[in-house]
């Protein structure tokens, strides 16, 4: 990342020795250590961490899915949630680059979201993503697993649903 080591484990109130165990026995960096690597990359530290209201409502969704993002343990969500953990600056850094993360995937024809009821969807086309005429806003328009079409606006799109991977899909993740 071109930043010295001891000025990230500072940044983010670990440990010098940390980011050199931070790979788990084997061999890899455990996910929300990476993410909030990344954010660091893309942000700096951040001034001021989520405090434990912020980040569900951040999200979007429930903590399973939250805590399943991050590859972090329903019960740690859970008490960072509740308050009963204290937030340190490595995790709200990386439920920050999660949730950052989910809002820039854009819907493509054959995607599959998911929405915070927990019903799924498939991307069918985008409506209108061309169009040079304000009162033809870009549309999503998507299928569930019932078969029946539905639409909504591009802008509206984010705020209840949430992109699934494929390994997500597969109930994986």
């Not at 010295?4 to 455990?30: A, E």
């Not at 939250?66 to 343990?73: P, V």
């Not at 069918?124 to 569930?144: D, F, I, M, P, Q």
Request: glycine residues 8%; proline residues 5%; hydrophobic residues 40%.
């Amino acid at each position: 990342m071109g930043v010295p080591r001891k000025v990230i484990c500072m940044d983010l109130g670990v440990h010098n020795s940390m980011i050199s165990v931070l790979c788990n026995t084997d061999g890899r960096i455990p996910p929300h250590h990476y993410l909030a690597l990344a954010y660091y990359a893309k942000h700096g530290v951040e001034k001021a961490m989520l405090k434990p209201d912020e980040i569900l409502p951040l999200w979007g969704w429930s903590r399973v899915s939250l805590s399943r993002a991050l590859g972090a343990g329903e019960g740690r969500i859970g008490d960072l949630v509740s308050g009963k953990a204290v937030m340190r600056p490595v995790m709200s850094m990386a439920i920050r680059q999660v949730c950052l993360g989910v809002r820039k995937v854009k819907p493509r024809p054959g995607s599959t979201w998911e929405h915070s009821n927990g019903n799924r969807y498939e991307v069918v086309l985008l409506a209108n993503e061309h169009s040079v005429n304000e009162k033809y806003v870009t549309t999503v328009v998507y299928r569930g697993v019932n078969n029946r079409i539905w639409s909504r606006p591009l802008s509206d799109w984010h705020r209840s649903m949430r992109f699934l991977s494929d390994k997500q899909k597969r109930g994986n993740a």
